[in-house]
C-alpha cells in the first residue's frame, strides 16, 4: 500500500454537473499531482500542487481546478463536466526532494 | 509528434523469454526517467528509475540514452506475474524547481505459459 487514499473510488454523474474528488497523500509528502486516464491511455497530467500552491498545469481548461489544504490532502473539482472527462482520474504524491511518486488507486467517473 | 510514445502491443511472449520496451521522448531538457508497472484496472506503480548508467533490478534492466532520446527496459525470464502495462515516465523542469511528468501510453505485455 502506497498510503495514498482516493475518494470515492467510483462516481456516476450526468453532462453539465460539478464533481469533488479528494486525495489523502501519504505521511511526510507535501506534493500532490493529478492525472486522467483513459481507457487504453496513460495518465495525463492535469496539475500539482506543493505546499498548497498550483505548481505545474498539463493542458487541461481551467474548468478543471483544485485545492492543496494544510495538511497536503487535495481536491480536484471538474466544473460543466462533458461525457469525454468520464475517465480514472488518479492522485500521486511525493516529497519535495524526490520526483517519484506513490499513486492512489484512483477514482473512476462516468459522465451520463 | 507526442512528447512520450510507445508501442502498445501487445507483446505476446511465453514463460522464460526476454522481452525489450523502448519509449522515445521528444524534449532534450528533460531531467528523470521512470518505469512504472500498471495492472489492469489498479493505479500504477514504480518499477525503477532510469540513469544514463544503466541500472538494474533482479531481472529488470533499465537504460537511458540521451544522444538518441529514449530508455528502454529489458525483462529477463519472463514469468506469468510480470504481464501488465508498462508506462514510461519522462520528467522535465518547470519554474520554482518543480516538474511537468509526461507518461507514455503504455506498453501490454501478456506471458503465457
Known amino acids: 500500500e502506497t498510503g495514498v487514499t482516493q475518494s470515492p473510488t467510483h462516481l456516476i454523474k450526468t453532462r453539465g454537473q460539478q464533481v469533488t474528488l479528494r486525495c489523502s497523500s501519504q505521511?511526510?509528502?507535501?506534493?500532490v499531482s493529478w492525472y486522467q486516464q483513459a481507457l487504453g491511455q496513460g495518465p495525463q497530467f492535469i496539475f500539482q500542487?506543493?505546499?498548497?500552491?498550483?505548481?505545474g498545469r498539463g493542458n487541461f481548461p481551467p474548468r478543471f481546478s483544485g485545492l492543496q489544504f494544510p495538511n497536503y490532502s487535495s481536491e480536484l473539482n471538474v466544473n460543466a463536466l462533458e461525457l469525454d472527462d468520464s475517465a480514472l482520474y488518479l492522485c500521486?504524491?511525493?516529497?519535495?526532494?524526490?520526483?517519484?511518486?506513490?499513486f492512489g488507486a484512483g477514482t473512476r467517473l462516468s459522465v451520463l | 509528434r507526442k512528447e512520450v510514445e510507445q508501442d502498445p502491443g501487445p507483446f505476446n511472449v511465453p514463460e522464460g523469454a526476454t522481452v525489450a520496451f523502448n519509449c522515445t521522448y521528444s524534449?532534450?531538457?528533460?531531467?528523470?526517467f521512470f518505469w512504472y508497472r500498471q495492472d489492469c484496472r489498479k493505479e500504477p506503480k514504480l518499477l525503477m528509475s532510469?540513469?544514463?548508467s544503466g541500472n538494474e533490478d533482479g531481472r529488470f534492466t533499465a537504460q537511458l540514452n540521451r544522444a538518441s532520446q529514449y530508455i528502454s527496459l529489458l525483462i529477463r525470464d519472463s514469468k506469468l506475474s510480470d504481464s501488465a502495462t508498462y508506462l514510461c515516465?519522462?520528467?522535465?523542469?518547470?519554474?520554482?524547481?518543480?516538474?511537468?511528468?509526461?507518461f507514455g501510453r503504455g506498453t501490454s505485455l501478456i506471458v503465457h505459459p
Open positions: 500521486a504524491s511525493s516529497s519535495g526532494t524526490s520526483n517519484i511518486q506513490y
Open positions: 532510469v540513469y544514463s
Open positions: 524534449n532534450s531538457a528533460s531531467q528523470s
Open positions: 515516465v519522462v520528467n522535465k523542469g518547470a519554474s520554482g524547481g518543480s516538474y511537468i511528468p509526461t
Open positions: 505521511s511526510g509528502h507535501n506534493t
Open positions: 500542487y506543493y505546499r498548497e500552491e498550483e505548481n
